[in-house]
């Protein structure tokens, strides 16, 4: 027996009868973090807007979800119009910023794309759409104070190609249960970021620091066939120091298969080792 509601309506009765503008509709977006490395630099791809609002900005590629469109081919479909990269590009949800003021066209509701991908794409990196243009900075987090109360970090973006340098004062101060994040703009830069848009790199950077050791998501920021050193680099560009290169390599061909295959690097012959993505699922049926 197919189920009415108070009113005796069926499912089909219900939507028949309702009103699909009884609420105002907010809008909703997509953007995306799109983290690489290269040269030892952990670096993020940023578009500079030619549009109001916030035209002349840098921001993180994104934009409007079509009414019949999936999330994640919004994230695919943006990412290829505002910078022509379509291939080798990780995503993971990491958060939706919703405040009510932080777009002044209207109610825009964005969900922020965690990617990332091989360096092997900047060279793939074109400004399209209503992008007025696309670069890849360096992006760093750098800890100034810490203690119980809270964190002081400075996070900078930098791309000196285009001598453009951008400075932002993170506040995190610690409440009850939760840490309350503040962002300040500092004078020393001369670009700014869009809108709220420090509030997700910041997150991201957080994330992936904290989640690149236990996770195998550093692998999305490298070749499939990589060298022990590579992965080092890789590694100690995103948590930002050096480490004790045997405990690393020790720790890290736990996740690794050996393809049995050598190249040259700096002039010495070095194995190209491979990701194994099933090592966490073998570890826990053991």
Not at 231 to 236: L, T, V, W
């Amino acid at each position: 027996m197919e189920k009415v509601n108070e009113n005796g309506e069926t499912l089909q009765q219900f939507l028949d009868n309702y009103d699909e503008n009884l609420y105002r509709h907010p809008s909703n977006t997509v953007d995306m973090i799109l983290l690489t490395v290269y040269e030892g630099k952990l670096k993020v791809l940023l578009v500079k807007r030619k549009n109001h609002p916030f035209i002349g900005d840098w921001a993180m590629p994104g934009g409007f979800i079509n009414f019949d469109e999936d999330m994640e081919e919004a994230v695919k479909r943006e990412l290829e119009e505002e910078t022509s990269i379509s291939e080798y590009t990780y995503f993971k949800q990491l958060y939706t910023f919703g405040n009510v003021d932080r777009d002044p066209r209207t109610r825009v509701i964005t969900t922020v794309y965690l990617s990332m991908t091989p360096s092997s794409n900047i060279k793939n990196t074109h400004a399209n759409d209503d992008a007025q243009d696309a670069a890849w900075f360096n992006v760093s987090k750098k800890t100034v104070s810490v203690d119980e109360k809270g964190r002081v970090s400075l996070v900078t973006l930098d791309n000196p190609n285009k001598k453009i340098h951008m400075v932002y004062e993170i506040v995190e101060t610690a409440k009850r249960n939760y840490v309350e994040s503040k962002s300040q703009w500092l004078a020393e830069s001369n670009a700014q970021l869009a809108s709220d848009h420090i509030k997700a790199i910041n997150m991201a950077m957080d994330v992936v620091k904290h989640r690149v050791a236990s996770t195998g998501i550093l692998f999305n920021l490298l070749p499939d066939e990589c060298t022990l050193r590579e992965i080092q680099n890789a590694y100690e560009a995103v948590i930002g120091h050096t480490v004790d290169t045997g405990n690393f390599r020790r720790d890290i061909k736990k996740r690794l298969k050996d393809t049995g295959k050598k190249t040259k690097r700096a002039g010495k012959m070095a194995a190209l080792y491979t990701f194994n993505p099933m090592y966490d699922y073998l570890e826990e049926n053991l």
